[in-house]
């Protein structure tokens, strides 16, 4: 049974650093896709930064240059590193998988409908 857990939420100052993690189980992580959504309020999910099984990352550019995407391979956690973060960064982050019959996935994959397993998400919010 494929599993996430998100962990880390809290709640920072402008210009502050978080770093949230996700936690995986049940599928071949390593070789996954793996991506970090949000959602402010009243707005749609988006994706923020992926993953791909050959660690190569994606960023959308509202986080280019302040978050960094990583995967720790002997733990099969995801980490979000967040610098710098801003009030328009608040939101629910959610952790994503896009798990195939392979097992092995390349590219990189911004789009909810790309992925096929979903954290629970974990609150951010920035403000002063």
């Known amino acids: 049974q494929v599993r996430l857990m998100e962990r880390g939420g809290d709640s920072v100052q402008p210009g502050g650093s978080l770093r949230l993690s996700c936690q995986t189980s049940?599928?071949?992580?390593?070789?996954?896709?793996m991506g970090w959504f949000r959602q402010a309020p009243g707005k749609a999910r988006e994706g923020i930064a992926s993953?791909?099984?050959?660690?190569?990352?994606t960023y959308a550019a509202s986080v280019q240059n302040r978050f960094r995407i990583a995967k720790d391979i002997a733990t099969s956690t995801l980490d979000l590193q967040m610098n710098n973060l801003k009030p328009e960064d608040t939101g629910m982050y959610y952790c994503?998988?896009?798990?195939?019959?392979?097992?092995?996935?390349?590219?990189?994959?911004?789009?909810?409908?790309?992925?096929?397993?979903w954290g629970q998400g974990i609150q951010v919010t920035v403000s002063t």
């Open positions: 993953i791909d099984g050959f660690l190569q990352s």
């Open positions: 994503a998988a896009r798990v195939t019959p392979s097992g092995t996935c390349s590219g990189g994959y911004l789009t909810n409908g790309e992925y096929n397993y």
């Open positions: 049940g599928f071949s992580y390593k070789r996954a896709c």
